[in-house]
């Protein structure tokens, strides 16, 4: 089956016991059983839950997995498959990614023995330098959070498995339905759910997709030790969203495009940092690695933090808010949101400076959006315009004193 048909029907049969054509939310803690040891499947909802058994087999079956596993949230996945690390041991990762990732490697993991090393994100003969005998894991995202550069994920993995070391791929931004992770070689496949495969704003939630049976294993005894589950009807809300992924990631990547040219033929922007233009240095990689360029613009005013307030506040349709991947579009401040856990003096090292702007393009009208961001830019240009008149008054009386 083609993938939009799986986010249909991957794990979502109707429901045996009443005909249900939709998946039933099952909210129940406990399961009665027959007899000792003999049980439905189910015993304990912290363990399995049906609702919760069909995202997971859905979710596995659009990565290419043979196994799934869901959690509460993206950071609750992202601590299971870190479960599997032990002190002594070494973690690679690119040097573009979410504050959240960085503050449970350098708050939790790094304290407990864990040592981390960040290279270049994009830079495959620097993860291959970094590597030691004692490097277990190499952690990826691409396209990377927030400025959107790409790793060539096949050229990684094949590194890393001459060594036996473990590739992950946090695969938020493209969703499986623009990116497999697993096809190109990796091991495991991580997600928040909150974000495009969720896609309407109204749930917390992550994921987990691999083939190593053995991973598996110890990430399923990981998340029945840790209890980070989603609740039945939080599942339910990810597998409803699903449903309509491969539609929404269409429109979000031809309103990405869209916006992305807007501002880059704009004088109050400096940088514009997307995939599908031509000018980004990783634009072939992405036509190789992705079946579309995604739906996240990120850009960096030609102005001051003062100028980026400024346009924020007068944006009608895009929300100032957190997270992204929702069908409305929001605009987020990094330096001061997503990434305010990475010290100033590192988030500038790696250019998440304070005039850098991040946009979730949602799948509202193209237009609507370039004419709401148009005429926020022109209310930063109104201001620059007003503070020069200031001045030159300010001139003219000196002069005639």
């Known amino acids: 089956m083609d993938f939009a048909t799986r986010a249909i029907h ?23 059983q027959q ?6 499947g189910f015993e304990y909802s912290r363990t399995h839950n049906p609702t919760r058994t069909a995202l997971e087999t859905c979710l596995a079956s659009l990565e290419n997995a043979r196994y799934g596993l869901a959690f509460s949230s993206g950071m609750a996945a992202t601590s299971a498959v870190l479960s599997v690390l032990r002190p ?7 040097d573009d990614l979410y504050g959240g990732t960085y503050r449970i490697f350098e708050r939790v993991l790094r304290p407990m023995g864990v040592d981390f090393t960040y290279v270049p994100a994009g830079d495959v003969a620097a993860y291959a330098a970094a590597m030691r005998p004692e490097t277990r894991m190499i952690w990826l995202e691409t396209p990377t959070n927030p400025l959107l550069s790409l790793v060539d994920i096949r050229a990684v993995a094949d590194e890393a498995h001459k060594r036996g070391i473990t590739v992950v791929v946090d695969n938020t931004f493209a969703s499986p339905y623009l990116q497999k ?18 896609g309407h704003s109204d749930v917390i ?21 840790a209890g980070g589950v989603p609740s039945p009807f939080d599942s339910w809300l990810v597998l409803r969203g699903v449903k309509t992924l491969a539609v929404r990631m ?12 807007f501002l880059s033929g704009h004088p109050l922007v400096r940088t514009v940092y ?3 233009l031509a000018s980004h240095p990783d634009h072939e990689l992405a036509q190789r690695q992705m079946a579309g360029f995604g739906g996240m613009v990120s850009f960096a005013f030609e102005g ?5 307030d400024t346009f924020v506040r007068h944006l009608r349709l895009f929300a100032l808010a957190e997270s992204l991947g929702g069908v409305e579009s929001l605009c987020c401040h990094p330096a001061s949101m997503t990434h305010g856990s990475i010290p100033a003096e590192e988030r500038e090292k790696r250019g998440v400076t304070d005039t850098l702007l991040r946009l979730s393009v949602g799948i509202e009208d193209a237009d609507d959006l370039i004419a709401d961001l148009d005429q926020a830019l022109a209310s930063v240009a109104a201001k620059h315009a007003a503070a020069s008149s200031e001045r030159e008054k300010a001139g003219a009386a000196t002069g005639a004193r």
């Open 250 to 261: 269409r429109q979000h990547c031809e309103n990405a495009m869209r916006v992305a040219e």
């Open 274 to 276: 997307y995939p599908g």
């Open 35 to 40: 007899g000792l040891g003999d049980n439905k």
């Open 10 to 32: 991957a794990g979502q049969d109707a429901d045996p016991s009443t005909g249900a054509t939709i998946t039933p939310i099952f909210q129940t803690s406990t399961y009665t």
């Open 304 to 308: 001051t933090r003062e100028d980026v």
């Open 181 to 198: 992770p697993l096809d190109l070689g990796a091991d495991v496949v991580t997600h928040s759910t909150t974000k495009y495969l969720n």
């Open 205 to 225: 939630g992550g994921a987990v997709l691999t083939s190593d049976e053995q991973l598996y294993q110890e990430m399923k005894f990981y998340q029945n030790a």
């Open 88 to 94: 002594g041991q070494h973690v690679i990762a690119g």
